[in-house]
C-alpha cells in the first residue's frame, strides 16, 4: 500500500517554556515544503500547555479549526460571545469564516493541558463565522472507529465544512479495527498515545500516517492505543 510515513521524531518543535508544540505539517516558524498538509488537512499541532497559561486573543479567518482535548482542560473564548471549556472526550469547531477573534487558556491552575490543534481547509471562503462542541463518551471510542466530526454531522458528529470525516478510536491492547478506504479518498492516521500497526507499518505516539490507496487496512493495537483518523478526498 502506498504510505507517506511522518514520523514524530521528525515533526516541527516549538518550546516557549509555557508552550511546547509538535508540528506535524508547516506551522508558524517552521516550514518544510515537503510538508505543508495533507489534502484539505493543513495543520495537526500537539500542544502541551502550562498552568493558567494560553493563547491570548488573536484572528482567524477562512479555516475550520478544531481542538481535541487529550487530558486536563481548554478554556475557549471568542469574539462570538462563545466562552467554553474543553475537556477529555470534547471535540470542538470553530468556523473562522470572514473572521473572528479567540483565546485558549489552561483551565487549571495545578494541571497542564494536552490537546491537538487541528486545521481543515473549508470547502469554500467567506463562512459565517460558527462554533459547535461535543463530547463522544470513551465507551463510544473503545474498539471503535468512532465519527466525531464530519460534512454533514451524522450520526452525531460536529459540522465539518469541507469533505471530511473525522474519526477517534481508543483501542484496547491486541484489539484491531477495520476501515474501507473508497476510490478517490485517502487517510491520515495521527497516533496520539500506544503502538499501532497499519499494513505492516509499526506506529507509536505522536507518528502520522498517509494512506493513498484504496482498500481496506487493518489497524491493530500492541498496547493500549488513542489515535484519530481522517478519510479525505483526494
Known amino acids: 500500500m502506498n504510505q507517506l510515513l511522518r514520523p514524530s521524531a521528525k515533526r516541527g518543535n516549538a518550546d516557549f517554556g509555557w508552550l511546547k508544540s509538535k508540528h506535524t505539517f508547516s ?24 498552568p493558567s497559561a494560553g493563547f491570548p486573543a488573536h484572528p482567524h479567518e477562512n479555516m475550520e479549526i478544531i481542538s481535541y482535548v487529550v487530558s486536563g482542560a481548554l478554556e475557549h473564548k471568542d469574539s462570538l460571545g462563545t ?15 470572514t473572521g473572528v477573534r479567540h483565546s485558549e487558556y489552561n483551565h487549571s491552575d495545578k494541571e497542564p ?38 460534512r454533514n454531522g451524522r450520526s452525531g458528529s460536529v459540522v465539518i465544512h469541507q469533505d471530511v470525516d473525522l474519526y477517534a478510536s481508543l483501542l484496547t491492547a491486541d484489539k484491531s479495527v477495520a476501515f474501507d478506504i473508497r476510490p478517490g479518498r ?49
Request: charged letters at 20%.
Open 27 to 50: 506551522f508558524g516558524s517552521y516550514y518544510d515544503p515537503k510538508h505543508i498538509g495533507f489534502g484539505s488537512l493543513r495543520v495537526i499541532n500537539e500542544d502541551k500547555v502550562a
Open 83 to 97: 466562552g467554553s471549556v474543553i475537556r477529555q472526550g470534547d471535540l470542538q469547531r470553530m468556523s473562522a469564516g
Open 186 to 234: 485517502k487517510v491520515w492516521l495521527q497516533v496520539i498515545k500506544g503502538a499501532l500497526s497499519v499494513g505492516g507499518q509499526k506506529l507509536s505516539a505522536g507518528d502520522g500516517l498517509g494512506l493513498l490507496e484504496a482498500g481496506e487496512v487493518s489497524l491493530a493495537a500492541s498496547q493500549n492505543t488513542e489515535f484519530l483518523l481522517f478519510d479525505l478526498s483526494t
Open 113 to 150: 493541558v494536552h490537546f491537538l490543534q487541528i486545521w481543515i481547509v473549508p470547502e469554500k471562503d467567506g463562512l459565517t463565522p460558527g462554533y459547535e462542541q461535543k463530547t463522544f463518551p470513551d465507551a463510544e471510542r473503545r474498539d471503535n472507529l468512532r465519527l466525531i466530526g464530519s
